[in-house]
């Protein structure tokens, strides 16, 4: 009976199936680690007021519990601690998140259980995010606004401060990002305008005044926008909150530092609930700080989506190209089939080795000569010989075409030669069949090889730190400055970013949360561009199904 069992093959089909659904759960499972240690970063935790003394110094310590662990008696007994009151073999000790950073010398520290006399979580206890030196825990004091301490209703008044101050920060960058930025860009093409018509010979005396009076235009308009600058800045540093700290000292916190405030004890579900989403969508939106530890990774999703779709545009048309021939041209010889194997070996190249090339030909070889022959005025600053984004979409491309030649084959090899006889036999050339048949037909494997080089490319750091991809990046690929998409510049990349957070942080125990949300956000991304790559095949699949039948 067991005999027969196996020989229908049974067994097998059984095993397969539940490898695929235990390689399932892991990946669920793993997946929703990542997401339950990063998404829960941005809840409002509670502030807790711990009053010490035993081991230490009678001393007061505010702020979150970041991790908890039981420590054996006779470990805290070897480092001098007097535990022998204590009768339990394990004693428990807090990480305390207790913020200050100019104030305090570590953002963390260790609580034990036994030197804990009283705990408690006042409701007045606020949290300050502020844009340098990260979150400031203590008891508000007074606001002052326009050198006035408020009266009544402190709280309600900070807020609205808080939140005038963040517009007009908000402003200001705009404005420095934006009309002062296109005038520093618009100065230094006349620059190299300049030193171009000098290099050339043809800079005539009209020429210089056209360039002297153009240069003065931007000027003045930059003094004008630099008014208006200094304008806001000065509104946004009007107003102050003192507050009280765990050291007892009173301090005065300019609001204009303040990115926001709260009071996370005095919070219920749903105030709760409404600031997660506030702190979520920063993280999606705003732009890193205090080297990546803090803040938003917006740079880093453009910079790999922008450059992953760019990898897709190049990739594409040269692998069909590839596939096309090698199954519908070449001839079956030892030359064509050796061209099939080192397309296949080329799959497990390791992405090092094809960072190191594209360094070396694209960025020096092929980058500097585009900057000799279009770019002289530039030297010796390089425009293209450099690492940019172009560079690294180029170096994935390579990296993923075997993907796309292999699985395009694989497409085109599942067409029946009677279609393309057919399309012959009625008068149809080559050129035609391939277009308007085959290519159509063969979309969805094209498709799926596309696929498969976008979930790849996504996640690859090893070769885009040495063709593009930087820790901080002053400005996107793509903005309001002609020609509007600047392929030469670096960028900023989600895989980059972990690793950079993960293991080049200062402050590895502040960066750990950040490296699981910046984890499941690449996932993310991956998985978004993935289904969109499906549903776009999907449809492709649909509507040329008539052409199989």
């Keep these: 009976m067991v005999k027969q069992w196996f020989k229908s093959g049974s067994p097998w089909i059984w095993m397969t199936g539940g490898a695929v659904s235990i390689s399932l759960i892991s990946v669920i499972g793993l997946l929703a680690m990542i997401a339950w240690k990063g998404l829960s970063f941005f ?57 200050n950073r100019e104030y305090v010398n570590l953002d963390f520290r260790w ?83 300049e030193k171009a018509y000098l290099l050339d010979n043809e800079l005539t005396d009209e020429r210089v005044a056209e360039l002297a009076q153009a240069r003065a235009d931007l000027r003045a308009q930059y003094g004008e926008l630099e008014k208006e600058l200094f304008a806001l800045r000065k509104l946004a540093k009007r107003d102050q909150v003192t507050v009280k700290d765990m050291r007892g000292e009173v301090v005065t916190i300019p609001i204009y530092q303040v990115l926001d405030v709260w009071f996370p004890n005095d919070m219920g579900f749903f105030a709760k609930l409404g600031h997660y989403f506030v702190q979520l969508g920063k993280f999606v939106s705003d732009d890193p700080r205090e080297a990546n530890t803090e803040g938003g990774v917006f740079p880093a999703i453009f910079g790999t989506v922008f450059m992953v779709m760019l990898m897709a545009v190049i990739v594409t048309p040269f692998g069909v190209v590839a596939a096309i021939y090698l199954h519908e041209y070449a001839a079956k010889n030892a030359i064509t089939k050796m061209i099939r194997i080192a397309v296949i070996n080329l799959a497990g190249v390791p992405s090092i080795v094809y960072g190191v090339f594209g360094l070396g030909f694209f960025v020096y070889v092929l980058g500097g000569s585009l900057d000799q022959l279009f770019y002289p005025e530039a030297s010796p600053s390089p425009v293209f010989g450099t690492p940019g984004v172009l560079w690294s979409a180029l170096t994935l491309a390579i990296l993923t075409l075997p993907v796309v030649i292999v ?9 029946p030669s009677t279609v393309r006889d057919g399309s012959l036999a009625l008068g149809a050339t080559k050129v035609e069949t391939l277009w308007r048949i085959i290519i159509p037909m063969a979309s969805p494997a094209i498709m799926t090889g596309l696929i498969l080089a976008v979930a790849r490319a996504a996640g690859e750091v090893a070769p885009l730190m040495l063709v593009g991809v930087v820790k901080m990046a002053p400005t996107l690929p793509l903005d309001g400055n002609f020609p509007y998409i600047h392929l030469d510049r670096k960028f900023m990349h989600l895989g980059f970013h972990i690793y950079d957070v993960g293991f080049q942080s200062p402050n590895v125990e502040a960066a750990r949360p950040l490296v699981y949300a910046t984890a499941f956000l690449l996932v993310s991304v991956i998985i978004t561009l993935n289904i969109t790559a499906i549903g776009i095949r999907n449809h492709l699949r649909e509507k040329f199904r008539s052409l199989e039948h």
């Design 43 to 99: 809840w409002p935790s509670q502030v807790v007021q711990f009053e010490l003394e035993g081991s230490i110094a009678k001393q007061t310590v505010i702020g979150e519990i970041y991790d908890r662990e039981l420590v054996p008696k006779s470990r805290l007994a070897a480092t001098g601690i007097d535990v022998s009151q204590f009768e339990k073999d394990e004693i428990e000790r807090f990480l305390i998140k207790t913020g």
């Design 407 to 415: 699985s395009t084959e694989e497409g085109l090899s599942r067409i």
């Design 111 to 193: 609580i034990l259980e036994t030197d804990i006399k009283q705990r408690s979580a006042p409701k007045a206890l606020a949290v300050f995010e502020r844009n340098k030196n990260g979150n400031f825990y203590g008891y508000v004091q007074s606001v002052i606004k326009d050198g006035e301490t408020v009266k009544t209703d402190k709280v309600e008044t900070l807020y609205e401060l808080v939140d005038r101050a963040v517009e007009l920060n908000d402003q200001a960058l705009d404005l420095q990002n934006g009309d002062i930025g296109r005038i520093n860009y618009e100065l230094e093409r006349l620059r190299l305008q």
